[in-house]
């Protein structure tokens, strides 16, 4: 039997922004926007300032990538509550989404992808995580043919972009999209994302690979369907 989605991520919360049936109004102008500035590759900006939001970019980010995605987060528990009366949700987990996993796993099955993570603060139950636990399934299946890592910044450096008046977080898709947080206040989903913007994708990307990552501890590593360091 192959590897499904309902195998592995059965009881996992549905994204109902992802089905244009299930989305507000509001949410049908903004998904199609983002879409469309995706389709046509158009170097223009575009806020995120809700959960939903960013659930949506963060997997169409995951879902464009070619080569290598780089995410600085202050942790990878992110099920928030929801108190838009609007939203269809209650709450929602960023990280541990369906389709956002699904998007990586669909990517990392792929040869020469890589997934590398940072993470500010302690991850905690990280192995009843979602994203984890579908990186784990990949390996036994067979069907890792990238690489996928999460490290720890350590207290130095958390210090250091403190110091600096940058924590803010962010993700590179490649080297031409990402999306900036505004706010870094954990509770804030503040945002702006590009999807075509090498010059500020570039800064990102050099931020990431020169200081995040250097300054970092390995936490968990996974590659081509072996398991490098576990948890």
């Given at each position: 039997?192959?590897?499904?989605?309902?195998?592995?991520?059965?009881?996992?919360?549905?994204m109902?922004i992802?089905?244009?049936a299930?989305?507000?109004?509001?949410?049908?102008?903004?998904?199609?926007?983002?879409?469309?500035?995706?389709?046509?590759?158009?170097?223009?900006?575009?806020?995120?300032?809700?959960?939903?939001?960013?659930?949506?970019?963060?997997?169409?980010?995951?879902?464009?990538?070619?080569?290598k995605?780089?995410?600085?987060?202050?942790?990878?528990?992110?099920?928030?509550?929801?108190?838009?009366?609007?939203?269809?949700?209650?709450?929602?987990?960023?990280?541990?989404?369906?389709?956002?996993?699904?998007?990586?796993?669909?990517?990392?099955?792929?040869?020469?992808?890589?997934?590398?993570?940072?993470?500010?603060?302690?991850?905690?139950?990280i192995?009843?995580?979602?994203?984890?636990?579908?990186?784990?399934?990949?390996?036994?299946a067979?069907?890792?043919?990238?690489?996928?890592?999460?490290?720890?910044?350590?207290?130095?450096?958390?210090?250091?972009?403190?110091?600096?008046?940058?924590?803010?977080?962010?993700?590179?898709?490649?080297?031409?999209?990402?999306?900036?947080?505004?706010?870094?206040?954990?509770?804030?989903?503040?945002?702006?994302?590009?999807?075509?913007?090498?010059?500020?994708?570039?800064?990102?990307?050099?931020?990431?690979d020169?200081?995040?990552?250097?300054?970092?501890?390995?936490?968990?590593?996974?590659?081509?369907?072996?398991?490098?360091?576990?948890?």
């Amino acid at each position: 039997m192959g590897f499904t989605h309902d195998k592995y991520l059965k009881g996992l919360n549905k994204m109902s922004i992802f089905n244009p049936a299930e989305r507000t109004p509001e949410e049908a102008v903004y998904c199609e926007g983002v879409d469309n500035l995706i389709a046509k590759r158009i170097d223009a900006e575009i806020s995120n300032g809700k959960p939903r939001h960013a659930v949506y970019l963060i997997a169409k980010l995951f879902g464009m990538a070619n080569n290598k995605v780089r995410l600085y987060s202050d942790h990878l528990e992110h099920t928030v509550a929801i108190t838009d009366e609007s939203s269809p949700e209650s709450e929602l987990d960023i990280y541990g989404n369906s389709e956002v996993v699904d998007r990586v796993a669909n990517f990392l099955g792929n040869k020469d992808t890589e997934v590398a993570i940072v993470v500010e603060n302690d991850i905690t139950n990280i192995k009843t995580h979602p994203l984890y636990k579908r990186i784990q399934a990949l390996v036994n299946a067979k069907q890792l043919f990238g690489k996928f890592e999460i490290r720890k910044l350590t207290e130095d450096a958390k210090y250091s972009l403190i110091q600096a008046d940058f924590g803010n977080h962010f993700f590179v898709s490649d080297d031409r999209a990402y999306r900036l947080e505004r706010d870094t206040d954990e509770s804030s989903y503040k945002a702006q994302a590009n999807f075509n913007n090498k010059e500020t994708a570039g800064k990102l990307l050099s931020l990431f690979d020169d200081f995040h990552w250097k300054n970092s501890d390995m936490v968990f590593s996974a590659a081509h369907n072996n398991i490098i360091k576990s948890v």
